[in-house]
Nanobody, 120 residues
Framework: QVQLVESGGGLVQAGGSLRLSCAAS????????MAWFRQAPGKEREFVAA????????SYAESTKGRFTISRDNAKNTVYLQMASLKPEDTAVYYC?????????????WGQGTQVTVSS
């Protein structure tokens, strides 16, 4: 089983940027499709972005398309989420996940997440 540790969250003003990192250990993630999810207070966890392990193709939620970019560094066993033009509605705890397959559901193990708060 892989362990995931998210970092890079914080408080930022609307329109600002942040880069989140997800460091994996216990297993190399180079052969896995990875994703970011987020959960806002009182809401269910939702998909944010995913990256395919085969060709690094990417997919995004409509709400993040054009503003967020997911990437990976297999040498560092790390996945990133570059977030720009942040909005108050992006406020949430952000989690990375190992997908069962690209476009499929996440495996049921999660890190502690990293809090992103966007002020208006």
């Amino acid at each position: 089983q892989v362990q995931l540790v998210e970092s890079g969250g914080g408080l930022v003003q609307a329109g600002g940027s942040l880069r989140l990192s997800c460091a994996a250990s216990g297993r190399t993630i180079s052969s896995y499709s990875m994703a970011w999810f987020r959960q806002a207070p009182g809401k269910e966890r939702e998909f944010v972005a995913a990256i395919n392990w085969i060709d690094n193709s990417r997919s995004y939620a409509e709400s993040t398309k054009g503003r967020f970019t997911i990437s990976r560094d297999n040498a560092k066993n790390t996945v990133y989420l570059q977030m720009a033009s942040l909005k108050p509605e992006d406020t949430a705890v952000y989690y990375c996940a190992v997908l069962k397959w690209y476009g499929g559901p996440p495996n049921n193990y999660w890190g502690q997440g990293t809090q992103v708060t966007v002020s208006s």
